[in-house]
């Protein structure tokens, strides 16, 4: 029992010793600092480096079918971004000269936005560029690139088209659709 009150005791004087709190900050002359503590050096900490992730762009290759090419992107990525690096890729002369890599997808091609709706992605283009593709192969595989490429980001497993806002309908390996397109539409030439 002698325990138990020394134990009360001795939680109860610990509680009362507590640090005062002040209702408002308190500026502190400092000349009644400890030395050392009043110097205004800064110190600054070094930048953190973006984390990345890679994402695989596709595009054709020389048997007509879709290779893919690695690129970084600092996190956190957009489905947007993905779109315009793919476009970009056309002009990327590592790519054409060196790895006799083409894209189907014109580099004129605008990109007015990309929208989630739930596992679907819904990627709104331009008039210019993709839209003035007349011939049908080039058009498949144009269609084929964006669709493997955005399929490869996470939670995505369709890609639907739009021109100006306006559905359109897409070339498949099967009959063309304005319904979402998924890379079994696309199986000859994965």
């Known amino acids: 029992m002698r325990r138990i009150i020394t134990l009360v ?47 695989a762009l596709f595009l054709i290759g020389e048997d007509g079918r879709l290779d893919a090419v690695d690129r970084s992107f600092a996190t956190p990525v957009t489905s947007q971004a993905v779109v315009e690096a793919l476009i970009a890729a056309a002009d990327e002369p590592e790519l054409v000269e060196q790895q006799q890599l083409v894209s189907a997808i014109p580099s004129t091609t605008t990109v007015l936005g990309v929208e989630r ?25 144009a269609v084929a690139q964006f669709v493997y490429t955005l399929t490869g980001l996470e939670s995505v497993d369709a890609i639907l088209f739009e021109i100006a806002g ?11 659709t304005e319904e979402p397109v998924d890379r079994e539409d696309f199986r000859t030439l994965g």
């Open 9 to 55: 005791l001795g939680a109860a004087l610990a509680a009362s010793c507590g640090v005062p709190v002040d209702s408002e900050p308190i500026a502190l002359d400092t000349e009644s600092l400890p030395p050392g503590l009043s110097s205004t050096t800064t110190t600054t900490l070094p930048e953190e480096e973006p984390t990345g992730i890679e994402i």
């Open 117 to 141: 709706m739930e596992n679907i992605l819904v990627v709104n283009l331009g008039e210019e560029g993709f839209a003035e593709i007349t011939e049908p192969e080039q058009r498949l595989r």
């Open 166 to 176: 306006e559905r359109r309908q897409v070339p498949t390996d099967g009959d063309p």
